[in-house]
């Protein structure tokens, strides 16, 4: 069993950035892949972005194109944490954000019905 717990959240301006963090329990971390989506009011959750491991010490990263050049996500291993890094941050990317773990890996990490983990989410609102 894998408890996630995401932080980080809140009110910034256009253009302004904000830093998630998503803490995660269990021994597994590692091995698993951690993905971020986000739901806004009457939308459907969707995906933002993912770190993957590949085996080894090597580790895939991927973006939604509405986010590529300004989110990165990064995690920490030893914290049991992923980060989500999001920079010139627009209205529309206003939405509770949400992170999951899961066994995923290449193309499955934009998938949500793939995660078997999910936290309760932060709130990210940016306002014009």
């Known amino acids: 069993q894998v408890q996630l717990v995401e932080s980080g959240g809140g009110l910034v301006q256009a253009g302004g950035s904000l830093r998630l963090s998503c803490l995660a329990s269990g021994r597994t971390f590692s091995s698993y892949g951690m993905g971020w989506f986000r739901q806004a009011p009457g939308k459907e959750r969707e995906f933002v972005a993912a770190r993957w491991w590949s085996g080894g010490s090597i580790y895939y990263a991927d973006y939604a194109d509405f986010v590529k050049g300004r989110f990165t996500v990064s995690r920490d291993n030893a914290k049991n944490t992923v980060y989500l890094q999001m920079n010139s941050l627009k209205p529309e990317d206003t939405a509770i954000y949400l992170c999951?773990?899961?066994?995923?890996?290449?193309?499955?990490?934009?998938?949500?019905?793939?995660?078997?983990?999910w936290g309760q989410g932060t709130q990210v609102t940016v306002s014009s």
């Open positions: 999951a773990a899961g066994a995923v890996y290449g193309k499955a990490v934009r998938e949500r019905d793939d995660y078997d983990y």
